[in-house]
């Protein structure tokens, strides 16, 4: 009964396979199927395993784990299994999908399978159309064929066109003989054996998966144009947002940094400095302990959480003080962190000037951030925390 959704599902989807059944058709289900009497209808079959010794009169159709047909078809047959082990005829159509598909017996009607391996030895079906990953042809086919996968190989007699498209090898046996042409598309040309006849003859189209250095070149220009537009983006934005949210610590931080004494503003680049400098060195001593991993976890999120912030208020810092100087303004507005951004990010593809302003603005930053987080958390007075935030 637990296969029985599925068993409904099967018979509604196929309304061809049912409207073609000569009679009642029959349902059949269990973890271990043994299927050992025919059936006057079209027979489905749902189980763990699935082992076929009887004929089916009409069609059949089967979900399984793996399976085993060693009982003739007199209709079409449709199979969905991780292994299919076809060793009985099938008088119609062969549809499979499957991860390894193993054809021993022939097939009068089309044969379609979609598998991870397909493996088909005996000529008979009347066209062929598979999508695997590896396919192996090595009795030919009565009809055309058309193969898409990895590694081909064909052998056999092949009474009509084949046309193989392929990402990997594509092999001709011995034995190959085909009536039609042969096209296929590939990597590399195929092996054909100096034995093997192709009356149409063969057609080959190189597929280069590798651009040329000329490509590549472009596709390294665009990458890194992208890059940088992104990251330029994305810090823009992120910089309009500090300094729309939080004002007045901009406005702290642009004090301190334009209002303060020079004296004061070296030393908070140097305790900045400190700070990006020291900082790892006391993780690895922190961690080398078991006691202290918890703890340098913390001092390491907090530690890139400031680098952050730092980098984003050095773009602030930068249009606060275009706003200082042009607009003669000392209010912080979302536009001044995006102006500033922009310009610093400009400058920053300088070489070496733009990575040393960088640095220098960065360092600052993280001083005074750092200054302003402890008084505020250690304020001396009211009137000095609402100064400072």
Known sequence: ???????????????GVVSAAPSVPSFSA???????SSTPGNRYLAGGTITITAPSSADLSALAGSMVIGAPIAGDALLASPSIDLRAAVKGDFRALGGHIQIKAPITGDLVAFGGSVEDSVMGAHSVFIVAANTTLSAGATGPVVIYGNNVALDGEFMGDVRVVALGRVALGDHTHIHGSFSYEAPEEAVISPSAVIDGGAQYTGTSYL?????????AFVSVGVFLLVKILGALILAGLLAGLFPRFSAALATRAFGAPTRSVLLTILLGFALLVATPALLLLLAVTFVGIGLALLVLVAYLLLVGVSLVYSG???????????????????RD??????????????????????????????????????????PHSEAEMDDLV
């Open 1 to 15: 009964m637990k296969y029985g959704l599925t068993l409904l599902t099967l018979a509604v989807l196929l309304p």
């Open 30 to 36: 269990d973890q271990n199927l043994f299927v050992a």
């Open 211 to 219: 651009p040329s250095t000329k490509e590549a070149r472009t596709i």
């Open 316 to 334: 602030i810092l930068v249009g606060v003080a275009l706003a200082w100087r042009f607009e003669h303004r000392k209010t912080v507005l979302w």
């Open 337 to 378: 962190g995006v102006v500033g951004m922009f310009l610093l990010s400009l400058v920053s593809l300088i070489p070496f000037v733009g990575g040393a302003l960088i640095l220098l603005l960065t360092t600052f930053s993280m001083g005074a951030c750092t200054l302003i987080f402890f008084h505020a958390a250690f």
